[in-house]
């Protein structure tokens, strides 16, 4: 069941069918469907719509959804949820949250921002004030603070300041002229670097970028962009992914062959469950030695040597 | 005295009737809502739906590409083409009588040992997403009635909503009187944010259209702020989502708990019986529908324009900040920063479709809420995609809203405009002059 981006907004509901569309090409005993939310009090009747059906499981995307998911589990103990993006303590069980650690991978994409810039300022922006957006926020502010760290640079990061948790958010994830407007005043501001966490605003940003054409480049959420965008592919460096897809598929197949088992699962760059996509039209101009100090930090955070703060990140 | 300033303010004793009003003659407003209330016969009206229901079938054919495949085929097996078109549309359509309405299924199944609940889960769908939408339109149906427009329900909805939603989980009272309370904050949430409106209107003269549509962004935003701050915010998010309002605020599921049906409907009826009494036996109703018709022979009849306008919105906004209510009290216990949805804009074209009159409010929404709650079952069971519903709620408001249109389509002749379908005499106006 999608929010009200819909299954093709090129982001996390998108990626959440298209885990259901891989399972049920893995195992074809497998029939999918899915219902679009118009707004929020569509959640509970769209999810009573579907425990109605006898769904082997239902998979509800992002974090709004957790109130009524919750109650829709409490009062239907034999039906099979997941939840992306959402995790409940305690843990129910017959619900599967699918959290990501993406601070990490955050992380990686501000150090790679931060060796890629040329004007020293780079900048990211929200769709709205989640802790699912922010983590990305936090992680990329952490990781330009750590190249600045390591290099003895002043790269500046506009849009977020993970101390004060304030930071640029467009109020939505589908009004792309707002994206658009945001990307063109931090362009104006010098930054040359733009990394949107905003769903399908984030085509605003990446219209913005295109149409300034000098030197401005972006890095894409989510998924990676050359495939989920690729009209946009010249412009992206690289992409901060989340492996929404791969555990939507796994968590409907463990339930299609009665394994299913609720609790939560955290997506991690030990687990591949969050990353960085590959460089693509980039991949000659990230210098190797900027590869390979993003390869030691890959390593690092998994080994615990560099850690990632955010107040955003999943516990358990 | 200006064009703009023209008008009375409210408290001042009626003017003389050689004082210039801003609408000279009857503006388009006039004819507009004068061809909504009394142009429209109940014949335009059901046609208009039957149209949009049978567009919308044949939207839902021919997007399915099941069907297109058959169509390819026409001239080899025309029957299959045409009876594959049938198979989706009316599939689709029986999804959402199901999901509306009842579904066969389960009443069979309530006989053998299921449960009743399902049964009924339907209509009680429809009555829960008709709820707001009564309020909504009735917020914008009773200033039409005296010529003005409310484009704000939506800003008065979160007016109503916030209030209702902070005496709900920031209060604490004994039961019944905590919901009593918390519904009654919510009239009054609204009727502030619509009462500015109408004070506006009849101080300054400022164009209610304008200022409606303006402060829906700031109530927007505004929400969107105090979501945000540590106050409003639930302990232990940092997203901007509201305390969930204590158990003794909620209001009383109907039916049992099976069910989402809530006293809220009971609100949304006595809000149209209300409507229908003021607009039909007080004073206050009599002196709207005056200021409607003509205001300035109003005015020269001893009606203060200004207090009326001020009054109208304040009940109207008040009538938006009950549906907040029941949303945020009724089904869904919290404020998100998009706990308005899109009420206040569908309230618009319910208070349209349903002609302008409070039985016609509450028969139009029903119709909206039905089309909505089975265009999820519709979604779910055949994966038509839900914004067929939009498409055919347009393609009915269309219609509704142009009646020369289906008159066109049916033949039909124009409804005389006699001293019968209208209720005070003026003028017969063909346009603007």
């Not at chain 2, 969107?224 to 209001?251: H, K, N």
């Not at chain 2, 004073?283 to 003509?294: H, K, P, Q, V």
């Not at chain 2, 300035?296 to 209510?325: E, K, M, N, P």
Request: charged share 10%; aromatic share 10%.
């Amino acid at each position: 069941m999608t929010d009200t981006g819909g299954i093709d907004d090129r982001s996390f509901n998108a990626s959440s069918y298209q885990g259901l569309l891989d399972a049920a090409k893995a195992d074809p005993n497998i029939t999918t469907a899915y219902l679009q939310s118009t707004t929020q009090s569509d959640y509970v009747p769209n999810i009573n719509a579907l425990v109605q059906r006898n769904c082997g499981i239902i998979v509800t995307v992002g974090f709004l959804m957790g109130d009524a998911t919750q109650s829709a589990a409490k009062a239907h103990p034999t039906d099979h949820f997941a939840i992306v993006d959402y995790n409940y303590s305690p843990p129910l069980n017959n619900v599967l949250g699918l959290i990501f650690n993406t601070a990490q991978a955050g992380f990686l994409g501000g150090y790679l921002a931060a060796g890629m810039t040329k004007t020293g300022t780079v900048a990211t922006f929200g769709g709205m004030k989640l802790p699912t957006v922010t983590i990305y926020m936090d992680g990329f502010y952490d990781g330009v603070q750590y190249y600045n760290q390591k290099h003895n640079k002043n790269v500046k990061v506009l849009g977020w300041n993970e101390k004060t948790q304030n930071g640029t958010f467009t109020g939505d994830f589908t009004d792309q002229t707002k994206g658009k407007e945001v990307t063109q005043t931090f362009i104006q501001q010098g930054a040359d670097i733009i990394f949107p966490v905003a769903g399908n605003v984030g085509l605003g940003a990446a219209a913005a970028v295109k149409q300034n054409g000098n030197g401005v480049h972006m890095l894409w959420v989510d998924t990676d962009g050359c495939i989920s965008a690729p009209q946009y592919c010249s412009i992206f460096i690289s992409s901060v992914t989340k492996g929404i897809a791969s555990a939507v598929k796994t968590v409907t197949l463990a339930a299609a062959n009665n394994q299913f088992k609720g609790g939560n699962y955290v997506g991690t760059l030990a687990n591949n469950g969050v990353g960085i996509s590959p460089f693509h039209d980039f991949a000659s101009k990230v210098p190797a030695s900027l590869q390979s100090e993003l390869n030691q930090i890959k390593q690092g955070i998994i080994n615990g040597s560099i850690k990632v703060a955010s107040p955003s990140q999943p516990t358990s | 005295m200006t064009l703009l300033a023209g008008e009375p303010s409210g408290g001042q004793a009626p003017t003389g009737p050689e004082q210039p009003l801003r609408e000279e003659g009857p503006g388009f407003r006039q004819v507009f809502v004068e061809g909504i209330v009394y142009g429209n016969s109940v014949t335009v009206t059901a046609l208009a739906i039957v149209t949009g229901i049978v567009l919308g079938g044949l939207l839902i054919a021919f997007s399915d590409p099941h069907v297109l495949h058959r169509w390819a085929h026409l001239f080899s097996a025309p029957g299959a083409a045409f009876s594959s078109a049938w198979d989706s549309a009316s599939s689709a359509y029986s999804a959402m009588f199901q999901g509306a309405v009842v579904n066969i299924h389960s009443v069979g199944k309530a006989f053998h040992g299921g449960s009743i609940s399902s049964v009924f889960s339907p209509i009680s769908e429809t009555l829960v997403q008709a709820t707001p939408l009564i309020l909504a339109s009735l917020a914008v149906m009773l200033p039409f009635r005296a010529g003005l427009f409310n484009i704000g329900a939506t800003g008065q909805f979160i007016g109503g909503a916030f209030l209702a939603g902070w005496v709900g989980f920031g209060v604490s009272l004994p039961p019944v009187i905590h919901v009593v309370v918390a519904v009654l904050a919510g009239f009054a949430g609204g009727a502030i944010v619509g009462g500015l409106v109408g004070a506006l209107r009849a101080r300054t003269g400022a164009n209610e259209v304008i200022v409606t549509i303006m402060l829906n962004y700031v109530m927007e935003y505004l929400l969107l702020y105090l979501l945000g701050t540590a106050y409003f915010r639930r302990p232990g998010r940092i997203d901007p989502i509201s305390p969930l309002v204590q158990g003794t605020a909620r209001l009383p599921h109907l039916f049992g708990h099976g069910l989402r049906v809530n006293a809220g409907i009971v609100v949304a009826l006595a809000g149209a019986a209300g409507v229908a009494w003021l607009l039909k036996r007080s004073t206050f109703g009599f002196e709207f529908r005056a200021i409607g018709f003509n205001p300035r022979a109003a005015r020269t009849a001893g009606i203060d324009i200004g207090r009326g306008y001020t009054q109208v919105f304040l009940i109207a906004g008040g009538l938006a900040g009950l549906a907040g209510a029941c949303v945020v009290l009724g089904t869904d216990f919290t404020l998100t920063p998009q706990v308005y949805g899109t009420y206040g804009i569908d309230g618009i074209t319910v208070a349209l479709l349903g002609r302008g009159a409070p039985l016609g409010v509450v028969l139009a929404a029903l119709l909206y809420a039905g089309l909505h709650a089975g265009g999820v079952q519709m979604q779910a069971s055949t994966q038509t995609p839900v914004d067929i519903v939009t498409v055919i709620q347009a393609v009915i408001v269309l219609f509704v809203a142009a009646p020369p249109l289906i008159r066109g389509l049916y033949r039909l002749r124009a409804r005389p405009v006699t001293s019968e379908t209208r209720a005070t005499p003026t003028i017969t106006y063909v346009g603007d002059p």
